[in-house]
């Protein structure tokens, strides 16, 4: 019999998990393969619902689901943080000192934010990029009066290169629905000389910054947050004062991946085509923590794991792996709170974003409910 | 034959979002001070991106070597 783990119950690794479970279904059924999918939590959470959980726009019976409920009859769920990955043996170690032995294992734990890697963040600065951090940030949009609220890019690379600027978008919207926008001076900061690392989505959304009154300041590297006197201080040798901080954190790899040696510079070495972990045999990875210079989004992972199945069942069962990724990412941008943009680039096309409309956004919103049959392996 | 070592390269070619010179700024900050990065693009942006960034921000641009399949490699030292 040959064992396939998959590490991970985010879109990567279900979305993995339920591709191969209908791919090898014959193998399944005739008990030449176990496949098993291995995550931290009981639930599988849609992440690009704190986006919207900051402003009270949703909440955890419409972004949480059971996994089991999500995954394909033939996928044997554990539910045990991962503690080690072993090579030799083949073999995951999890939190209760079990172990699963793995032929063939895709990595597809996701990224975690780390604010303490940002001296004074974790104790002054909001965030969005967890459940509770997006809750937080809720009541204290609700109750802000007046003031400065600065959206700061500080962690690079970060989960959704999109969402700071739709933060600012939908932070604008949020006050002007409730009168109170001319109290309320918003500041976006980023890291280089520009409103966001691709030159068309910056070339985009800076006159969509201005025409909102969204100060930006560029070129804006964030060294320690002074939480006493509640003033970022940048690189530059600058300083910026706040009422409340949204900062966008440094990101990492689950600290597993680093522990079992199978991080270089933090993330999983990957061919940007075979998804492939270089180095490592019958090993992929997916999703956030590939080294690969594309954005950390849902969409990546969701395609990658096409990828990854087709060519891990081709080599179960002894055939060449051919399907490749080419870098395709599909990414929603919320304008405010009633119409978004998109924009869809791959390794050869780079993105153009089109022109803001409500059917977007709806388009978007009504992907928010669909999203479980992507999960499923459906779409 | 070039005066230094290459300690990181990254094969940014292609890559839209976030795009070579945030790759160039993830590998500068897991790298020491001297350390030498070097990072491949395919962006046409990056031949005034990169070597502006890397002047604003304090560090060495030591080569910008324009490859076969027309892709410029970046070859910056972490000065600070």
């Given at each position: ?16 998990a ?6 090898l ?5 005739a ?41 394909h ?29 793995y ?23 909001e ?114 004062p ?76 002894g ?30 096309h ?14 978007k ?15 | ?9 990254i ?37 005034v ?6 002047a ?25």
């Open positions: 019999m040959q064992d396939i783990v998959v590490v991970g119950g985010g879109v990567g690794g279900t979305v993995t339920n591709l191969l479970a209908e791919e279904a014959a193998e399944l059924a008990g030449q393969v176990r496949l098993r999918l291995i995550t931290d939590q009981p639930d599988h959470v849609y992440k690009p619902a704190f986006l919207y959980r900051a402003f009270g726009r949703t909440s955890p019976p419409a972004y949480r689901r059971p996994q089991r409920e999500l995954l009859p033939a996928v044997e769920l554990i539910v045990d943080p991962v503690r080690r990955v072993e090579v030799d043996p083949r073999r995951v170690a999890v939190e209760s000192d079990r172990t699963f032995p032929d063939y294992l895709v990595l597809a734990a996701g990224s975690r934010v780390v604010p303490e890697r940002t001296p004074g963040l974790g104790e002054a600065g965030q969005f990029y967890t459940e509770e951090g997006a809750s937080r940030l809720y009541r204290r949009l609700e109750q802000f009066a007046a003031g400065t609220i600065v959206v700061s890019v500080i962690g690079v690379p970060h989960m959704c290169p999109v969402a700071p600027l739709e933060m600012a978008f939908m932070l604008d919207a949020f006050f002007r629905e409730r009168g109170r926008r001319d109290q309320v001076e918003i500041v976006y900061t980023y890291p280089i000389n520009r409103c966001h690392s691709n030159p068309a989505i910056a070339q985009w959304a800076a006159p969509e910054l201005e025409a909102r009154h969204i100060r930006v300041e560029t070129f804006f590297n964030v060294e320690r947050i002074d939480p006493a006197r509640k003033v970022i201080e940048t690189m530059e040798g600058t300083e910026l706040f009422d409340l901080l949204i900062g966008i954190p440094e990101h990492a790899a689950p600290a597993f991946l680093e522990a079992s040696g199978l991080t270089k510079d933090g993330w999983v070495p990957t061919d940007r085509h075979t998804l492939e972990v270089k180095g490592q045999e019958g090993m992929w990875a997916v999703g956030d923590v590939t080294d690969l210079p594309v954005s950390k989004a849902g969409s990546v992972a969701h395609y990658q794991a096409a990828t990854v199945a087709a060519n891990l069942a081709a080599r179960v069962r055939l060449p792996p051919v399907a490749r990724y080419n870098g395709k990412t599909f990414c929603f941008i919320e304008t405010g709170s009633d119409a978004g943009t998109y924009v869809e680039f791959d390794y050869d780079p993105p153009k974003p089109v022109r803001a409309s409500r059917w977007i956004h709806w388009a919103l009504a992907y928010n409910q669909t999203y479980w049959l992507t999960a499923r392996g459906v779409v | 034959m070039p005066e230094y070592v290459i300690d990181r390269e094969d940014a070619r292609g890559s839209a979002c976030p795009g070579p010179l945030m790759e160039l700024i993830r590998a500068l900050k897991a790298s020491e001070v001297g350390q030498v990065v070097a990072v491949l693009s395919s962006d046409q942006g990056s031949k991106d990169i070597p502006d960034w890397v604003k921000a304090g560090h060495k641009l030591l080569a910008a070597e324009e490859e076969e399949d027309g892709a410029t490699r970046f070859v910056v030292q972490k000065a600070r």
